[in-house]
C-alpha cells in the first residue's frame, strides 16, 4: 500500500481498487472462475477470501501486498464438491503458469487453504490461516450439516440474505468511523450472491467430511511447511480451542493472537496484522 492511499477515504480506496483490478475468467469443468491476477513480486501469494466468496472483498489485504508478490486471488463460484473446488484454483495457477504459492486464507479461505495442503502439498509453501480455525468437524457439525442444507434449499433466498446480513451485522467489529461503509460494501456484496453461492459454503463441507478430508482428534498433517496462525482474541467464530487444535495438527506454527478485532481483525488493526504477515512471508 502506497502513501496515496493512506490518504484516500475507504470508498475511493475500492473505487481506485475496481478502476486497476479487472477479474479475469477460466471455465472449468462446468464452473467459470474469475480472479484477480495483479502484483510484480518474485513469489506468488494465492489469497483466499472468506465467506463473502468474492475475491474482492479482500481489496485492502490486496493493496497492502501486491507491491511485494503477485497476488492471485480467486472468487469461488457454486460448486458442491472438493474437487471441484481445489481443481479450479489448481487451473488457475496452471493458467497463470504459478508452479508455486504461499496461502493466504482469511475465515471460510483458511479452511480452503488447508484443503489445497491435502489435495497438493508440494505446491505450497508458507500459509497464513487468519481468523479461522482446523480443517476438523464436530460431531454436533456433522449431523447438523444435512438438515441445514435441507433448510437451506427451501427457504426463499431473500430470507437466507436476510438472515447473512443480520449475522455479519451482528458478529463484525469495525473501527466506529468506518462501519457505515463496511456495512454498506458488505451488504452490497451480499445482493451479488444467489442461493447456490449460500449452499455450496456447507455443500463442499458436507462432501469434505463424507470423504475424509477433515482431521480426526489426534491426526496429525503431513506438510511440514511453516504456518501463521493470526487472528483476533474476541473473535467470536474461532475460538482458543480452535488454535489450539491448529497448533496440533501442524508442526511448524507460529501463533499471533490480537487483543481485539473480531472476526476480521485485519479491519480493525490494519498495521499491526499486515506488518505481521509480512514479516512471516519474507522471513526463512
Known sequence: MNATQNNLSLAERLAQFRSQHYAKRIRVGEMEWEYISCGGGSKTLLLLTG?????????????????EYRVIAPSYPPVKMVAELTDGIAAILDAEKIQSAYIFGESYGGWIGQLLLRHD????????????????????????????????????????????????????????????????????????????????????????????????????????????????????????????RLMEIYTHVRAMTLKEGGHIAILSQPAEFVATVKEFLTND
Open 51 to 67: 465467506g463473502m466468496r468474492i475475491a474482492e472483498a479482500a481489496f485492502i489485504l490486496i493493496q497492502a501486498l501486491e507491491e
Open 121 to 244: 502439498p508440494k505446491r505450497f509453501g508458507k500459509m497464513v490461516i487468519a481468523s479461522s480455525g482446523p480443517l476438523t468437524a464436530s460431531k454436533k457439525e456433522k449431523t447438523l450439516l444435512g438438515p441445514v442444507i435441507a433448510l437451506l434449499k427451501i427457504l426463499p433466498e431473500g430470507w437466507i440474505r436476510a438472515m447473512l446480513k443480520k449475522s455479519f451485522k451482528a458478529d463484525m467489529s469495525f473501527p466506529e468511523s468506518e462501519q457505515s461503509f463496511w456495512l454498506a460494501y458488505a451488504f452490497e456484496l451480499f445482493d451479488r450472491l444467489g442461493k447456490a453461492d449460500f449452499l455450496s459454503h456447507f455443500q463442499v463441507a458436507q462432501d469434505a467430511i463424507r470423504k475424509r478430508f477433515d482431521f480426526g482428534i489426534g491426526e496429525k498433517s503431513a506438510w511440514k511447511g511453516q504456518i501463521l496462525v493470526i487472528g483476533a482474541a474476541d473473535d467470536p467464530a474461532v475460538s482458543e480451542e480452535d488454535r489450539r
